[in-house]
């Protein structure tokens, strides 16, 4: 499967349902185009205790697999978690991060971890040029 914005939004509402109780607010997405991360989570906190600008990013630079999609995206969505409830943790994939992965894991068979290993991934050969293209272009 390869991000979209709109199946990003659509398995977003579905795994919100399963895995978070629909406590999370729909947030933007966007997809990037880089082999150097799968996913990426940002967000702009405010005083009256609220998040803004929330984003769930995604590369189309792999052809991912349903179970690596959802992984993928269900890991920015515990950083997601973490943030709108204003869970501390003492680092982006610590011990809350962990706990929640790991609870997430067992009770409902996910494979959540704090880096995933993308070697394995089918490249998008579209997305992949695009991304050679920017990576010689910027640097990144």
Known sequence: MIATVDNMTENFKIY??????????????EVMHTYRMSGYFIFDPVKKGRIRHKKIYMTDYFDFTDEMYRNVLVHEMIHYYIAYNKIEDNEDHGVEFMKLAESLNRKYGLSITKIIDASSFKRNEKASKISWFFTKLFGC
Do not use: A
Not at 16 to 29: A, S, T
């Open 16 to 29: 919100n349902k399963l895995y978070f109780e629909g406590r999370l607010p729909l947030p933007k997405f």
